[in-house]
């Protein structure tokens, strides 16, 4: 899929950060687009931005992509008006952090539900159409660098995320037979409004070690425009893994050829966050 003028593609997570850099990425190069997100607002301001750049935007819907029934509804209206698609780019997600004995059911539910159960609706919906349409086409999961490596407190996350790469490298080649690519995404630091709403449970935000570790995210964090680009590159040569920063590819790199280096590693900076819980938490140290 060298060439992606004309093609059809959904992009859930529109309204900001990678989503919306994705978006308006894909505009430029002649894409017509299909566009969701939770806020509909600030979807309304991207459509707009994308039209007013001479983009192409076929549909636009606010909704929340783990009501499974919300996503079914809206892809039979698309595939009704429109037909099936080309590409499909799972983008929308949501991040909570924290340690297990701080972490609650509702936690682990909403992480599962909108960054793993939200793809798998996107997928069941629109990539059944693709097949059957019989033009190829191409599938994109964002996962994350948790998706990959053993984050301190990213149990909850990763739960979905790690789903959200099992998902993907099975059908990658499951898809394979019908001409459909599938790129895995695993982005790690970005700087997008994720980073101001991340929800670390257990712990105070304005802590000053908690505000010093968040600067220095954000300080080697890249842009979402980069990131984009990065998705774009991985459609058009059908890439499968993508990364969006060196740091990631080292990492895990790194983490497949030097197992022991890499659990003591693990080891260390799951000490080093443990020290950022109040002295009253069970897990503090």
Known sequence: MKDLTGRKCLITGAASGIGRATATAAAARGMRLVLTDLDADKLAEAVASIRAGGGEVLDSQALDVSDYEAVTAWAKSVHEEFGSLDVVMNIAGAATWGTVENLEHRH??????????????????????????????????????????????????????????GVSEVLRFDLERHRIGVSLVVPGAVRTPLVGTVQIVGVDREDPRVRRMIGLFEGHAVAPEQVAERIIDGVRRNRFLVHTSADIRIAYWFARKFAWPYEMVTRIANRQFSKLLPATSPGAR
């Open 108 to 165: 682990w539910k909403s992480m599962v539900d909108v960054n793993l159960m939200g793809p798998i609706h996107i997928i069941e919906n629109f990539v059944p159409p693709m097949v059957a349409a019989g033009r190829g086409g191409h599938l994109v999961n964002v996962s994350s660098a948790a998706g990959l490596l053993a984050l301190p407190w990213h149990g909850a996350y990763s739960a979905a995320k790690y789903g959200l790469r």
